[in-house]
Nanobody
Framework: VQLVESGGGLVQAGGSLTLSCAAS????????IAWFRQAPGKEREFVAL????????YYADSVKGRFTISRDNAKNTVYLQMNSLNPEDTATYYC????????????????WGQGTQVTVSS
C-alpha cells in the first residue's frame, strides 16, 4: 500500500497550488481520505477530509473557504486545491487513508504518504 503526494512547491502569498494523492495497492473508493499538514516544530494538524462517496467533507477552520478537497475514484486519486495561500500555510502536507470511517485525528488513519512540501513566501 502506497500513498504518494505531489504538487507541492514554492508560491507567493495569494497564490494557488493543487496537491494530488495517488494510491497504489488499495482502492481509494473504500477509504476516507484526509489531508494533514505539519509545520516545523509543530504537531501534525488536520486540514480536510472526504469520505468514500464525497458526500461528507470537512475542513479545518483555518482553511475553510480557501481549500477544496475532491476525489476521483476512477483515477484512485484525491486532490487538495489550495487558493489564497498565506505564509501560515507553509508546511509539509500529508494525505492519509482509513477504512474505519472519517476522522480528524492522526490516530484515525492507517496509511500515510511521505508528504509534499508547500512553502508560501510573503
Amino acid at each position: 500500500v502506497q500513498l504518494v503526494e505531489s504538487g507541492g512547491g514554492l508560491v507567493q502569498a495569494g497564490g494557488s497550488l493543487t496537491l494530488s494523492c495517488a494510491a497504489s495497492g488499495l482502492s481509494l473508493e473504500d477509504y476516507a481520505i484526509a489531508w494533514f499538514r505539519q509545520a516545523p516544530g509543530k504537531e501534525r494538524e488536520f486540514v480536510a477530509l472526504i469520505n468514500w462517496s464525497s458526500s461528507t467533507i470537512y475542513y479545518a477552520d483555518s482553511v475553510k473557504g480557501r481549500f477544496t478537497i475532491s476525489r476521483d475514484n476512477a483515477k484512485n486519486t484525491v486532490y487538495l486545491q489550495m487558493n489564497s495561500l498565506n505564509p501560515e500555510d507553509t508546511a509539509t502536507y500529508y494525505c492519509a487513508a482509513t477504512w474505519r470511517g472519517i476522522s480528524t485525528v492522526v490516530a484515525g488513519y492507517e496509511y500515510w504518504g511521505q508528504g509534499t512540501q508547500v512553502t508560501v513566501s510573503s
